[in-house]
């Protein structure tokens, strides 16, 4: 059974669908925790074609895509890959931030909504958060957010990671006076862990742009090298992670990708880092090997077309079957086009029988 289960953890996602229907023992192994997270272990990380609708991406986790809707600002969940969606209920106060992730002891998936000050009216903002699985319709709920009086995000553009069960709220800055901070919200607990970290401006290069990258990373780009810091090892507020460098040598080649090239995740499990130049170019490259990966098209006229994501079996109670709208159109397209074919093949020789009589 263990060389079974081996062997199915690295087939697509379509075909294990089709798998649960070759026995009971099968499908009650395809839908368990423990082989649908084995499974997201070992599936690659892909790029998913973004579709132009009226849902814009926000987040992708574990195989699920968080998006939300350009005119009514509501947000859904959706597995492009088992095509089910779950519809967020609206948080009771106006969301600035909203992320989600995966609460290792409790195995269940949480949304988390961050909102103002002025919306909260206390002076520093506040936090919701919202269960998933455990009911259709779950509701939100408001946790303590006293931490957040020490850390006015206002002045200073912010970032947001979901990762190993905890979500990143990340202030960093180019001017030379101003530290990075750096809030942990624990998806386990409900609540912030301990105080802020606070990184001095001085780990990182002077006047680099220093990001929170996807796997819980503070990085910066300068003099073709790549800053790296950790967050899992800064715990209790203390900077007790060392800083990487990782010399890029296809910087030095080519100095025109030091411009708007930007840093989408970094995996220590597979020792790569991904790239994102201009919106348009992304590319993999291999810390072992030190080489740059084969470019690929991920954008147009400066706007991304794909996002990374990794095909998953992960789902969960509230979700319901996708509706692909385009499929419908395009169904109806075909069958009022046949219809029309048929329409006109009978006015042509009805035309032409009038002719012939006359």
Excluded at 108 to 130: F, R
Excluded at 152 to 172: C, E, F, L
Excluded at 276 to 295: A, D, L, M, S, V
Excluded at 328 to 356: E, G, P, Q, T, W
Aim: a positive charge; charged letters at 25%.
């Amino acid at each position: 059974m263990e060389l079974i289960v081996e062997i199915l953890t690295r087939v697509a996602v379509k075909d294990l669908l089709r798998f649960k229907c070759v026995s009971k023992e099968w499908k009650l192994l395809i839908e368990d925790r423990y082989f649908v997270h084995k499974h997201l272990y070992h599936s690659p990380i892909g790029r998913f074609p973004l579709v132009k609708h009226s849902f814009h991406f926000s987040q992708s986790y574990h195989g699920l895509i968080l998006e939300w809707h350009k005119y009514s600002w509501k947000f859904r969940i959706r597995n492009p890959a088992m095509e089910q969606v779950f519809s967020v209920p609206n948080p009771q106060k106006a969301s600035r931030m909203m992320r989600f992730g995966f609460a290792p002891t409790s195995g269940l998936y949480k949304l988390v909504s961050v909102y103002d000050s002025d919306v909260a009216g206390n002076g520093y903002g506040g936090v919701e958060i919202l269960v998933l699985g455990t009911e259709d319709k779950p509701s939100w709920k408001h946790v303590d957010s006293t931490h957040l009086r020490s850390f006015d995000w206002n002045d200073r553009p912010s970032g947001y990671v979901a990762d190993q069960g905890v979500v990143h709220i990340a202030k960093t800055s180019k001017i030379q006076s101003q530290d990075h901070e750096v809030m942990s919200f624990d998806l386990d607990t409900e609540s912030f862990r301990g105080h802020k970290l606070v990184v001095p401006r001085s780990v990182f290069p002077a006047g680099s742009d220093v990001s929170l990258v996807y796997g819980a990373f503070l990085v910066a780009l300068a003099n073709g090298e790549l800053h790296i810091l950790g967050l899992q090892d800064c715990e209790e507020g203390k900077l007790e992670g060392k800083k990487i460098i990782i010399p890029l040598s296809f910087m030095q080649e080519n100095p025109e990708m030091r411009r708007d090239l930007r840093v989408e995740f970094i995996s220590w499990h597979s020792q790569e880092i991904g790239f994102r130049w201009e919106n348009c170019i992304g590319f993999t490259y291999y810390i072992r090997e030190e080489r740059k990966g084969q470019e690929a098209c991920i954008g147009r006229n400066g706007k991304l077309t794909s996002v990374l994501y990794k095909a998953s079996l992960v789902t969960f109670k509230g979700m319901r079957p996708e509706w692909d709208w385009t499929k419908d159109m395009r169904h109806a397209a075909k069958r009022i086009s046949k219809y029309c074919n048929k329409f006109s093949f009978f006015l042509f020789f009805l035309v032409a029988y009038v002719c012939v009589t006359q």
